[in-house]
């Protein structure tokens, strides 16, 4: 059928038309929102089983089968620091049923210095909630024969000068914020150091462990390694210092100003899904703050958070920059 906008009356049929079919969208949204959830939920991880990323989906993913009655099923898809498990979330219908569970790097940094990337952050996701937040921890291993002697920060860089190109540090892979930490830390105490990338933060963690590495800018869940004393802390990289870690010095205490190097691990959901859908998410997930069992895998990471979408997408926005201008200033690239 040929439609003609030469006339008012044709025109005023298209509105109509027009009208009549977003009123029919709205309408099958609206009855999709008030069934929700009528089935089961997924949480695509990008990285794998026992990762800190990937025991947030699982806390968020228990309290929300409970409270919804639904199977949740956690799939990871690591790799590449997260870009496999994002660009799959990436590609799935916006409609609920598919959660993302990432960290930090892999919204912030991962778009800004990966020039093949198929996804764009602020295109094809909506965020949901940063569950929490930590800062990274700077350790060696003190029964690695070339790390028993130190005790400081000032001691790391005073060996890594000793020994320039030979001292090395893992991390969960590159463009990962424990890797670009430690670019970060080479180029302020003008020290060179051998990047080691692994496919999680656990396989560096088991790496420094079994002095296979020098050292690492591990989470908060390595701390009963720390108090084992399997591990020693010689800073963290957050302006204040961690409270499991009253002792340890930040790096800005250590010599090195500014130097503020948190992390988060977060949800987000892919672009377009119901603003209803994404408001019954969140309103859900924040009532797991009154909930110290559901809670306790997650404050054992980081602080609890639970920021809601509005924040936390403005959060991003904040952290994308100041990352962008980290980047650049620090002359960090990737091989």
């Given amino acids: 059928?040929?439609?003609?906008?030469?006339?008012?009356?044709?025109?005023?049929?298209?509105?109509?038309?027009?009208?009549?079919?977003?009123?029919?969208?709205?309408?099958?949204?609206?009855?999709?929102?008030?069934?929700?959830?009528?089935?089961?939920?997924?949480?695509?991880?990008?990285?794998?089983?026992?990762?800190?990323?990937?025991?947030?989906?699982?806390?968020?993913?228990?309290?929300?089968?409970?409270?919804?009655?639904?199977p949740v099923v956690v799939d990871n898809r690591s790799g590449a620091n997260g870009v496999i498990g994002v660009t799959e979330a990436a590609r799935a219908?916006?409609?609920?049923?598919?959660?993302?569970?990432?960290?930090?790097?892999?919204?912030?940094?991962?778009?800004?210095?990966?020039?093949?990337?198929?996804?764009?952050?602020?295109?094809?996701?909506?965020?949901?909630?940063?569950?929490i937040s930590a800062p990274f921890i700077l350790t060696v291993n003190p029964a690695h024969d070339r790390t028993a002697g130190v005790n400081?920060?000032?001691?790391?860089?005073?060996?890594?000068?000793?020994?320039?190109?030979?001292?090395?540090?893992?991390?969960?892979?590159?463009?990962?914020?424990?890797?670009?930490?430690?670019?970060?830390?080479?180029?302020?105490?003008?020290?060179?150091?051998?990047?080691?990338p692994y496919k999680s933060g656990n396989g560096a963690l088991l790496a420094v462990l079994g002095r296979e590495i020098d050292m690492m800018l591990t989470t908060p869940s390595a701390v009963p390694h720390v108090t084992a004393g399997r591990l020693k802390a010689l800073a963290v990289t957050t302006l204040k210092r961690w409270h499991e870690l009253p002792n340890t010095p930040t790096m800005v205490e250590s010599g090195y100003p500014d130097f503020d190097v948190p992390f988060w691990l977060g949800l987000l959901v892919p672009s377009k899904t119901p603003p209803t859908i994404v408001r019954t998410l969140y309103?859900?997930?924040?009532?797991?703050?009154?909930?110290?069992?559901?809670?306790?895998?997650?404050?054992?990471?980081?602080?609890?958070?639970?920021?809601?979408?509005?924040?936390?997408?403005a959060r991003i926005r904040a952290e994308t920059a100041a990352w962008g201008e980290i980047i650049k200033r620090e002359k960090i690239q990737l091989d």
């Fill in 283 to 313: 309103d859900t997930i924040a009532t797991m703050r009154d909930d110290a069992a559901a809670t306790k895998p997650l404050r054992a990471m980081g602080t609890l958070e639970l920021l809601d979408p509005t924040t936390f997408a």
């Fill in 93 to 131: 219908t916006p409609d609920g049923y598919t959660l993302l569970a990432t960290n930090s790097s892999s919204i912030t940094v991962n778009p800004q210095i990966y020039r093949k990337i198929s996804y764009l952050p602020d295109r094809d996701f909506t965020p949901l909630t940063m569950a």
């Fill in 1 to 70: 059928m040929k439609i003609s906008l030469g006339t008012s009356a044709s025109i005023s049929c298209l509105i109509t038309a027009t009208a009549l079919a977003s009123f029919g969208d709205a309408s099958h949204a609206q009855t999709q929102s008030a069934s929700y959830p009528s089935r089961p939920l997924r949480i695509v991880v990008g990285f794998p089983p026992g990762s800190s990323t990937d025991s947030v989906a699982r806390a968020v993913g228990e309290y929300l089968r409970v409270k919804f009655g639904q």
């Fill in 152 to 196: 400081s920060v000032a001691d790391l860089v005073k060996l890594a000068r000793s020994k320039p190109g030979q001292l090395t540090y893992g991390s969960g892979g590159p463009g990962n914020l424990a890797h670009l930490g430690f670019a970060m830390i080479d180029n302020r105490a003008g020290i060179t150091s051998v990047h080691v």
